[in-house]
């Protein structure tokens, strides 16, 4: 009966509160009949049956946000069905009235993180404790070593939460708590076992985060989180240039963003671990990265050029520092690459390109990407044509033994090969070994000069290579040999060179003998558009023999000898369509044999 009478009382309390706020006179009545107010009271309300009086209600959660908060207000919390009375003694909220049948049961042991269960001194770490049914409030009760926000051992209020703020002497404390309503108070939870600690978190783990890094813009770097540790310190170091580091590298969490310098170079950081003992007595493993901008332009795109229509060729570009891949553009309609399409991206260094039917000159555009962007353009022109045949010339001397050796490398499966072999002494009458790269040995096809002196003679082999690669060829005239003996390997032909079509040789020669002028000394040679040429001339024991004029020719290379070295090698590629090529050459003396050969 006696609580009854004490909430009437805050009620009325509270009434007259309210009516002194608004109001300066006495005997103030508020009813509905007109009743004048009863002369000793202050206030008198009489409702008869038109209603009753009606207290501020709201949740729990919004009565614990009122603020600033007034001693002895009163409200009506509706989710737990209670009437509260602010106490300024305890800067909380106590249950004035709460309807129930019965006291609540205990609560189960309040439970905190890892680190709160042992936390450092003069630190402040959270504590809960799951809710109990009809609890309209929970007694928390530390049993030393530290305060509530209240700053006392002891908090009552609604919150199953509460903060501790714990001292100075290392020990083991406990916190247990009690679950309450106006039936009673439960008996106390199973006790949480806190042992504070003056020890510094240990030292953090490597770092890891953002790597490479581009220049001036965001990385963020992450440690694993150390138990105890309540923030974290983190230095950063670059070798061109400076990180700017947010809050002075110190974040309460173990990940932190970072902005890179905007200079290229290299960079790092470590990490150091604090609580409220001090920082961890050495930084973590250093964690280092690249600091990155967009790739160089590639140095060089290499390749065959020209290029026969419809073949496949490979190309490479240089190795650009930090690049994750390539990509190749040609224009379109030009080809493709392995995917069939005129473009491709690739960490690859070289690209397969096949050339369409179109003669004609493309660029090969290639650029390189890294993390940071793509770079400029490195580009290569490359010609295409119908019949796109490349000579390689390889000369090799013997003397004295008869024996001459060459050694030419293919680039193309069924490349031609020519071998061009000067003899001295009599008809010539030797013998050729191939020896391949692999696969069967090719036949050679021999022709040999007609109409030369009986102190000389010239032999020219032809063979088709199979495979591609280098090819080593040994000739034994069977006599005495002296002067340059060449090998020519021709490549990129429309269609594979084959039959006794291949070589169609002429001849013209001139035997004035030493000492006597040659001239007059010609060949000429009707070709099909496209095809190859070769012209061979050989002087003999006579010296400073003058190069051949040729005519109808695109292109030439060769070497002329002289002072007894007594051979001259020459090639060209016809370019016109049906040339009439023709071959002249004239001296101070000496004597030889001149050849065109036509390649189909």
């Keep these: 009966m006696s609580i009854k009478k004490n909430i009437f009382c805050k009620i009325l309390l509270g009434l007259l509160l309210i009516v002194v706020t608004q109001a300066y006179a006495q005997n103030v009545a508020i009813n509905n009949t007109g009743t ?50 602010y106490y300024n003694g305890c800067s909380c909220w106590q249950p004035a009235f709460c309807p129930c049948t019965v006291a609540p049961a205990a609560p189960a042991a309040p439970t905190g993180s890892a680190s709160a269960l042992s936390p450092c001194k003069s630190s402040t770490y959270t504590y809960s404790v799951t809710a109990v049914s009809n609890a309209a409030s929970y007694i928390w009760t530390l049993s030393s070593g530290g305060t509530f926000s209240n700053g006392s051992t002891t908090i009552t209020g609604p919150s199953i939460t509460q903060a501790v703020t714990w001292g100075a002497v290392v020990a083991t404390y406990s916190i247990t708590v009690q679950a309450s309503n106006t039936c009673g108070t439960s008996a106390a939870s199973p006790a949480l076992a806190i042992t504070l600690t003056n020890a510094t978190p240990s030292t953090p783990a490597t770092p890891g985060g953002t790597a490479p890094v581009c220049t001036g813009a965001s990385g963020t770097y992450t440690v694993t989180a150390v138990a105890g540790a309540t923030s974290y310190t983190w230095t950063f170091t670059a070798s061109a240039g400076s990180f700017t580091v947010p809050g002075g590298g110190v974040t309460a969490s173990n990940s932190i963003t970072v902005t890179a310098p905007g200079s290229v170079g290299t960079g790092s950081v470590t990490v150091k671990a604090t609580n409220g003992c001090g920082n961890t007595s050495a930084a973590s493993p250093t964690f280092t990265m690249s600091v990155i901008g967009t790739p160089a332009t590639p140095a060089s795109v290499t390749g065959t050029t020209p290029a026969a229509i419809n073949t496949a060729y490979t190309y490479t570009v240089a190795s650009v520092a930090n690049a994750t891949s390539y990509t190749w553009t040609i224009p379109a309609g030009s080809g493709t690459f392995s995917n069939a399409t005129n473009t491709i991206t690739a960490a690859s260094l070289t690209q397969a390109i096949t050339w369409g039917s179109t003669p004609s000159v493309y660029t090969i555009s290639v650029t390189a990407t890294d993390a940071c962007g793509t770079g400029t353009a490195q580009t290569l022109a490359v010609t295409t044509t119908a019949c796109s045949g490349v000579i390689t010339l390889d000369a090799s001397s013997a003397s004295g033994d008869g024996i001459a050796t060459f050694s030419i490398t293919t680039t193309k499966a069924n490349d031609l090969v020519i071998v061009s072999v000067n003899g001295l002494t009599g008809t010539f009458s030797g013998s050729l070994a191939i020896t391949p790269p692999s696969g069967s040995t090719p036949t050679a096809t021999q022709y040999t000069a007609t109409n030369v002196t009986s102190d000389a003679a010239l032999a020219i082999y032809w063979f088709v290579a199979p495979v591609v690669g280098k090819y080593t060829i040994n000739i034994n005239t069977g006599g005495w040999i002296d002067g340059a003996n060449y090998a020519w390997a021709l490549t990129g032909f429309c269609s594979t060179p084959s039959g006794s079509n291949i070589i169609n040789p002429a001849s013209a020669y001139n035997n004035s003998g030493c000492g006597s002028s040659v001239s007059g000394l010609s060949n000429t040679l009707t070709e099909a558009a496209g095809s190859f040429a070769i012209g061979t001339f050989t002087n003999y024991w006579c010296n400073t023999q003058t190069n051949p004029t040729w005519t109808g020719l695109s292109s030439s290379s060769g070497a002329n000898d002289s002072d007894d070295a007594y051979g001259f090698a020459w090639q060209a590629i016809a370019s016109a369509a049906t040339p009439t090529i023709t071959a002249s050459q004239s001296g101070n003396e000496g004597y030889g044999v001149l050849y065109l050969i036509d390649i189909h």
């Design 36 to 85: 004048a107010p009863n002369k000793d009271a202050i206030l008198d309300l009489s409702a008869n049956t038109a209603g009753g009086f009606l207290l501020p209600y709201m949740t729990s959660a919004q009565m614990n946000a009122i603020s600033p908060i007034t001693n002895s207000m009163l409200v009506y919390a509706s989710d737990i069905n209670c009437l509260e009375d």
